[in-house]
């Protein structure tokens, strides 16, 4: 308890002190590169205050430079942090858009071409994964976590089709990852962070060229098994 109070507040005062100095910066230069670097700072300080370490597996196998669509399954709050420290690009994301409701945080995330979902508004939230899908076209990797939210007991939950859509659409490969122990470091709803290793495995990337957007059951099938191998093991 101890441990994540210090680790809240450690995070709330770099924010307040990084943030406006990050998007000055971002702004003069017109690069959010920036925001990204001390992001990832923040976290790395973060994980070491809280005693969590990272087990990388399978990275090898992604080519530099190429752009991908990362989906990993969600397990704990610790997911995302982990995702934008250990692949090291700069990567875009859906978020949910109830989380524009947190100061500063919704600025930083739509600075750095982070995309905003409604998903109350099937009509919005569907224009807002052709944006997406042109970003990711563009060049833009991305990583989402099909599953929509946190699994309660760690199993792997349903997949939504949004994201599938998405990568047939950009026709770039998606990188299966599997995320490991992050429910037993900060299980969903929980205050305290426990000090622990987390394991993350990329799997081979899967070609979306063969793919139409009514293939997706296929390609859903095909990214839960590779997601499933490694997390069951």
């Not at 042109?134 to 929509?148: I, V």
């Amino acid at each position: 308890m101890i441990r994540a109070t210090l680790v809240y507040v450690f995070v709330g005062l770099y924010l307040m002190i990084m943030a406006p100095i990050a998007f000055l910066w971002a702004w003069v230069s017109g690069n959010p590169s920036f925001i990204y670097r001390a992001g990832r700072s923040c976290i790395f300080v973060a994980g070491w205050m809280c005693g969590v370490n990272v087990r990388v597996r399978g990275k090898e196998m992604l080519i530099p430079g190429r752009t991908y669509l990362f989906l990993c399954n969600h397990q704990g709050n610790l997911d995302a942090p982990v995702m934008i420290c250990v692949i090291d690009r700069q990567l875009r994301a859906l978020f949910k858009q109830e989380m524009m409701r947190i100061p500063v945080l919704p600025q930083a995330m739509k600075k750095v071409g982070f995309v905003p979902i409604d998903r109350t508004d099937p009509a919005r939230a569907h224009a807002s994964l052709d944006h997406a899908a042109k970003m990711l076209r563009d060049g833009n990797s991305f990583f989402a976590f099909p599953e929509g939210t946190r699994s309660r007991n760690g199993s792997l939950g349903p997949f939504k089709k949004g994201v599938f859509y998405m990568a047939i659409k950009a026709g770039v490969p998606v990188v299966p990852v599997t995320i490991k122990n992050t429910n037993l470091l900060q299980p969903p709803g929980s205050y305290g962070i426990l000090p622990g290793t987390v394991e993350v495995t990329f799997h081979k990337p899967i070609s979306t060229s063969e793919y139409q957007i009514e293939d997706r059951d296929r390609l859903i099938e095909a990214v839960r098994a590779a997601i499933s191998a490694a997390l069951y093991q």
